[in-house]
């Protein structure tokens, strides 16, 4: 097994982030492996860590000073064993192949859990929306599709939003897309309602991440009611993780960006989520507005030269990172668990770093890794493509319905998989293992592709 990992680190030296999410997996279904020999002959693990097919592409495009800019599209094709690939895109000046890797592979396994027959995918490009006017955005869209295009379909490739893509940017990537096809079909999800959109999409990630969070605080006989928590972000994820908080009796006492977080000690009630919905959908601007319209809270500017988050700092009872990757650690866990922190639950991929990881699982806490407590996201997209191929839209009870059936599934699969493995409880284990196992039965049967 830590051949399989040696190899891939010699191979592809500078990319740690894919290093992180491998090792991670590998180290969990090193149990699985053991009672199944066979998966060494058949090299399974040099397979599914290896993208089926890497696209990487020249995105040139016009900004409003009439200045050409080029920019670098991806889209990594993980896994089709068990669905067309599928997986969000995001726009970030910090995307790279080992980011889109990392992501990737993530999503192979995410998707798997919701049961759904979706494959594994990521893409992105290194463009910086921020500052980028409409115009500008649009433009940039209309030229990565001008590409991407000729890779995806709705029976092949199904891209959604992700960091820095939303519904403006899935529209004009849509509408290009349809235009050099000559085809309206379900070639991306996270669609606008009156064109293919599912109720409940830009709800999923959040909404789901908090029912999963429901699910383990339900075995040990308890729930959200009067919980205070920390949520980081404050984008797509974050704003629904807060909603649904709110709608089950958790009260919410942080946000951020990546230029700093802010604190309500009273708590983000309705209102104040409306208004940072505005703040951050509408005007596109900055957390810290936050702090100008209610200034009993305190606003705090990112200090990179530190070595932890003092977002995680502030006492509670329930975390739910949904920013970006590692942006707990080591030191930041052991102030949660230090706190009395009794849950971890990860809307973001990947927040938690190996050392958090660690912290988390040795004290015990109920802890849902990303690829299992944010799959709502996926899940729902995988409930767009339904409804785009029945060519009917479900009502929002009924998706909403599905949603919380699919996240009380992946709680028990994790659970029994984590269980039958000898390690209850560890959720990290469970997802893994039920992940992989439904990947590589699919890839056994279909032979050596
Ligand atoms: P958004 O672009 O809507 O919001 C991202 C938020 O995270 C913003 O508040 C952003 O701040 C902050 N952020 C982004 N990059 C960094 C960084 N490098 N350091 C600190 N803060 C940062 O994205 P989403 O809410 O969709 O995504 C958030 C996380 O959830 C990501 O990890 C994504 O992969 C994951 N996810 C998303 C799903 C979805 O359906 N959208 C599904 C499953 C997981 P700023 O405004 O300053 O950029
Ligand atoms: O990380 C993720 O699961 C997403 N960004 C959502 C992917 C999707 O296809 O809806």
């Known amino acids: 097994m830590l051949d399989a990992l040696q190899f891939i680190k010699d191979r592809d030296p500078g990319q740690k982030e894919f290093h992180q999410a491998v090792q991670e997996v590998l180290e969990s279904v090193k149990p699985v492996l053991d009672r199944n020999p066979e998966y060494a002959r058949m090299r399974i693990l040099e397979r599914i860590t290896e993208p089926e097919r890497v696209i990487q592409f020249r995105i040139p495009w016009m900004d409003d000073a009439g200045q050409v800019q080029v920019n670098r599209g991806f889209r990594i094709e993980m896994s089709s064993a068990i ?25 192979v396994f995410k998707n ?3 049961t759904l027959p979706m494959g594994g995918g990521k893409g992105g490009s290194d463009f910086d929306p921020k500052g980028k006017s409409d115009t500008e955005v649009m433009h940039f869209c209309q030229s990565f599709m001008m590409e991407l295009f000729r890779h995806i379909g709705p029976n092949t490739d199904v891209p959604a939003g992700d960091i820095g893509v939303g519904g403006r940017e899935i529209g004009y990537l849509f509408g290009m897309y349809k235009r050099l096809r000559n085809e309206f079909t379900g070639v991306l999800t996270g669609k606008s309602l009156s064109w293919g959109g599912s109720l409940i999409r830009p709800e999923a990630t959040g909404y789901g991440c ?14 959200l009611q009067g919980k205070v928590c920390l949520v980081s972000g404050s984008g797509n994820v974050a704003q629904y993780t807060v909603e649904k908080l709110l709608q089950l009796g958790a009260k919410v006492i942080t946000l951020s960006d990546s230029s700093g977080y802010i604190y309500d000690e009273e708590g983000i009630d309705a209102e104040k989520l409306a208004y940072v919905m505005q703040l951050k959908n509408i005007k596109r601007a900055r957390i810290s ?18 070595d932890c988050n003092p977002l995680w700092a502030h006492p509670a009872d329930c975390a739910f990172p949904s920013a970006t990757e590692n ?40 802890y849902g890794p990303g690829k299992a407590s944010n799959a709502g996201g996926v899940a729902v997209s995988g409930l767009e ?7 009917l839209n479900w009502p929002r009870e009924e998706v909403d319905r599905r949603l919380r059936e699919i996240m009380k599934s992946i709680h028990t699969v994790c659970v029994e998989s984590a269980e ?25 049967d279909q032979g050596l592709v």
């Open 327 to 366: 942006e707990i650690n080591g030191r930041d866990a052991a102030r949660l668990i230090a706190n009395n922190i009794m849950l971890v639950a990860e809307g973001a991929n990947m927040p938690s770093t190996p050392e958090a990881v660690d912290i988390y699982l040795e004290n015990r806490i109920l």
């Open 289 to 306: 507005g936050y702090v100008e319209k209610y200034p009993h809270a305190v606003y705090t500017e990112l200090d990179p030269t530190l």
């Open 420 to 444: 039958k493995y000898n390690q209850p409880g560890n959720y990290v284990a469970g997802a893994n293992i039920a992940g992989f196992l439904k990947v590589v039965n699919a890839m056994q």
């Open 385 to 391: 493509m339904s409804q785009n191929s029945m060519r």
């Open 112 to 114: 798997a859990l919701t």
């Open 83 to 107: 669905g067309p690939y599928k997986g969000g895109l995001r726009f970030h000046p910090s995307v790279n192949l080992s980011i889109l890797k990392f992501l990737a592979f993530e999503q």
């Open 210 to 223: 908090v029912y999963f969070a429901s699910e383990m605080l339900a075995t040990r006989n308890d729930t």
